[in-house]
């Protein structure tokens, strides 16, 4: 018998889910680890999600 799942926010199309990343700058810090700065999608702002579109209310003629 098959299995029901719920459904899930859509997830970004633009990162496919995985919505921060770690960039290394190229210096390291005094103790050798490196410096990294974090980035988000610009599509879902870091959420990995696409937010859930409301119907809007339409003027009736």
């Given at each position: 018998?098959?299995?029901?799942?719920?459904?899930?926010?859509?997830?970004?199309?633009?990162?496919?889910?995985?919505?921060?990343a770690a960039?290394?700058?190229?210096?390291?810090?005094p103790d050798?680890?490196?410096?990294?700065?974090?980035?988000?999608?610009?599509t879902c702002?870091?959420?990995?999600?696409?937010?859930?579109?409301?119907?809007?209310?339409?003027?009736?003629?």
């Amino acid at each position: 018998m098959p299995q029901h799942s719920q459904a899930n926010a859509p997830i970004c199309p633009a990162c496919d889910g995985f919505a921060r990343a770690a960039i290394a700058t190229g210096t390291r810090h005094p103790d050798g680890t490196r410096v990294t700065i974090a980035a988000d999608c610009r599509t879902c702002h870091g959420t990995g999600h696409l937010p859930v579109r409301r119907p809007t209310a339409t003027a009736r003629a």
